[in-house]
């Protein structure tokens, strides 16, 4: 807690905000000026009525303005609304539950008028604020309850302040030249301070460049590093026709080419370390199978890890049926008696195939004969975890399976220190999923035709939601828990809700009633995101959708689309953003994820992609706030040049490197 005292120095920020800084993962003044805006509002340049756009920011200049008036809605909500206007027309502006903003609204015209347009119950601006002057453009930062814009932005500038001198420069001049990239402190700055959006691009395009090279540095010496180790060499002929016979379908040939590929991993000295791209739904938990069933052959352990403890207890089922008694399950919750049972199994070899979640890595477990790693669902796993992994036994061979279709360009700069193998195309008979979007007028309506397909054929649904609670900021979006006590209330069918604040005992249990039939729809966060495989499940209801990336909503439907029936899957969306709307229109017009992640890679940027926004994914740091990838590519190559050249040229970043990636590069970067 001693670091966290250092926000104080700000002025403005006194203890009691500690606590709140500290959820955001913000203790020192290095994380604050490190904590990149979520987005911004553009108010650098002044918008006339008839112009501004619905559903994004304006700054208005204030010709004429009425009187305020406040009033009280049939629903109890306070209303408090002044007119507004220039010579183009009138515009509303209006707080909700806010009384005493009236006192602050200009008397005399002159000034702007600065808001989010609404044009839904004629021209409204929301949220408006007043200012003599242009802001230009203002960062909006990820924010937790306790917090405000305001004191954000307060904080970072503090912070600026007090350390921005410091800050030392990591690229030598002539490779900034070369490149065209501004000074580090500059681009820090102004990341968070545009003047306007040139300079906002330049800024961002120097942050994204800065942490892709550190990436690339990373990766560089993770490959090194596996070079230089010597790994099992499996015998692997004859165990493909008895793992068939196990396996209860016949592989397709884009499943059989890759275990061609990791059998051949497998038999070389060298450790495999493979990351096997391929849609949800492709099938890669048999891939995973078939290595751990060579490795198993050879008498090596083999661990599979997940991201939750749903996939996890998914995964165990499979193992049973491969490896019997020898097959094992760790999970954070567990009593102490059965971890200590199977900690000792895992230990004395009896135990031949693990599976469960991070609990794997964070605790301490202790191998008799670890030949095999595999973690499920790469995306929620770093670079760190990455190297960590690689660290439990001498040098197993690793497998990474990712169902983030992510476009080569892109897996070539994160998975640098990665083989790469591609599943194409899906297991026979899958019907593609029918997507639509679903206008909030028709969201009763939708609900009725769901209960009525589910009471007449038994299938089941999803609804998924972007959080649990209600919350202030977001007036729009509607929790996991209001839609369930909706559906609830309304709807003759069994209905659950689930989501990440559950005990994962209860989280189970209604994982396995879905699983089982017992409930025909559930509510949930994103909790069921990854892996969740429930072939009944044909109808998904994704809520608020223009809240999540493209790559996660494509993901999020490939839960349904798993039985032979046709699966539908709804985007309800009051968004009246033209981006917004496009965006979720390409879901509609194809199911393909590569082409998905192409089209978001174009338009969003990487960030979109490998899902920062949603896991907080660091690593990648600004670089996912590039938007394009000639950036990054550039990125690897200079720092590739860098590390070539005499070692004092790359000093500084690979410094960053080691501070960024410290625990795990100990022991990697040796030179
Ligand atoms: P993912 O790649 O998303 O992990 P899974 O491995 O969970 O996909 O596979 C999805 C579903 O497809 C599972 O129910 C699995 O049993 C089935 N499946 C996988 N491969 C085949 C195949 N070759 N033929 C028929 N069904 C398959
Ligand atoms: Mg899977």
Redesign the pocket.
């Known amino acids: 807690m001693e670091k966290a005292s250092e926000l104080t120095k700000i002025k403005g920020i006194g203890p009691g905000r500690i606590k709140h800084f500290a959820r955001l993962g913000l203790f020192s003044l290095q994380d604050l000026v490190s904590f990149l805006p979520r987005s911004y509002l553009d108010y650098s340049k002044p918008v006339s009525v008839a112009q501004a756009e619905d559903g994004e920011p304006a700054a208005i200049e204030v010709k004429f303005i009425g009187t305020p008036k406040t009033f009280r809605a049939k629903s109890g909500l306070s209303i408090t609304t002044v007119s507004i206007a220039d010579e183009t027309g009138n515009i509303t502006a209006a707080w909700f539950n806010q009384p005493y903003i009236a006192r602050s609204i200009p008397k005399e015209p002159g000034g702007y008028a600065l808001g989010t347009v609404d044009k839904r119950t004629g021209a409204r601006l929301l949220r408006a604020g007043f200012s003599k002057e242009l802001p230009g453009i203002i960062p909006v930062y990820p924010l937790t309850s306790g917090l405000t814009q305001s004191v954000m932005r307060m904080a970072v500038r503090g912070a600026l302040d007090l350390c921005l001198e410091g800050t030392q420069e990591t690229l030598p001049e002539e490779i900034r030249e070369q490149y065209g990239l501004i000074p580090l402190k500059k681009a820090i700055e102004t990341v968070h301070f545009p003047k306007d959006t040139d300079e906002l691009a330049s800024a961002r395009r120097r942050l994204a460049f800065e942490d892709a090279a550190v990436l690339t540095i990373v990766l560089e010496k993770l490959r090194q590093n596996k070079k230089s180790q010597k790994g099992i060499a499996f015998e692997t002929s004859g165990i493909l026709g008895e793992f068939l016979e196990l396996l209860?379908?016949?592989?397709?040939p884009a499943?059989f080419s890759v275990m061609n590929e990791i059998a051949l991993d497998m038999a070389s000295p060298q450790p495999m370390s493979r990351l096997i791209q391929?849609d949800?739904?492709?099938?890669?938990?048999?891939l995973a199978l078939y290595a751990m069933f060579i490795a198993a052959k050879n008498g090596a352990q083999s661990v599979l890890m997940a991201p939750t403890e749903i996939l996890a207890e998914q995964h165990f089922t499979l193992l049973k049926r491969f490896f019997g008694d020898r097959a094992a399950i760790l999970k954070g919750h567990m009593s102490a008696p059965v971890k200590r049972e199977v900690l000792r199994g895992i230990a004395d070899g009896s135990i031949i195939a693990v599976t469960g979640t991070h609990a794997l890595i964070e605790g301490k477990v202790e191998f008799s004969r670890l030949g095999l790693v595999i973690t499920d669902e790469q995306h929620r796993f770093g670079v760190r975890q990455r190297a960590q992994i690689g660290k439990k036994a001498e040098s197993p061979d690793t497998i990474i399976?990712s169902?983030t279709p992510i476009p080569r360009t892109l897996s070539l700069i994160l998975y640098g220190d990665l083989d790469i193998s591609l599943?194409k195309g899906m297991?026979?008979g899958r019907k593609p999923v029918k997507t639509q979007l679903v206008p909030s007028e028709k969201r009763i309506a939708m609900y009725r035709y769901i209960e009525q397909r589910i009471n007449k054929e038994r299938t089941q649904a999803y609804v998924v939601c972007p959080m649990i609670e209600e919350n202030e900021d977001l007036e729009r979006v509607r929790s996991a828990e209001t839609v369930f006590d909706e559906l609830k209330a309304n709807l003759s069918i069994h209905t659950a809700l689930v989501h990440g604040k559950l005990k994962s005992a209860e989280k189970d249990a209604i994982m396995e009633s879905f699983r089982s039939g017992a409930i025909d729809l559930l509510v949930s966060t994103t909790v069921i995101e990854v892996?969740v495989?429930v072939?009944n499940a044909c109808t998904m209801v994704i809520e608020s959708a223009e809240r999540f990336g493209l790559a996660q909503l494509h993901q999020l439907r490939?839960r349904v689309g798993?039985g032979d029936k046709q699966s539908e899957c709804w985007l309800l969306t009051e968004s009246r953003s033209k981006t917004a709307i496009s965006r979720l229109r390409l879901l509609c017009e194809t199911n393909d994820g590569f082409k998905i992640a192409e089209r978001d890679l174009e338009t969003r940027g990487p960030g979109e992609l490998i899902g920062m926004r949603q896991h907080g994914i660091s690593e990648f740091g600004a670089a996912a706030l590039a938007s394009d990838i000639e950036t990054l590519k550039q990125a690897r190559d200079c720092a590739r040049k860098l590390l070539s050249m005499s070692p004092e040229k790359s000093e500084r970043l690979m410094e960053k490197a080691m501070l960024k990636y410290n625990s795990s590069l100990e022991d990697v970067v040796i030179n």
């Not at 209860?248 to 397709?252: A, G, K, V």
């Not at 949800?280 to 048999?286: P, R």
């Open positions: 209860p379908f016949e592989p397709t499943q391929g949800v739904g492709s099938g890669k938990t048999a399976m169902a599943v297991p026979p892996g495989d072939p490939g798993r």
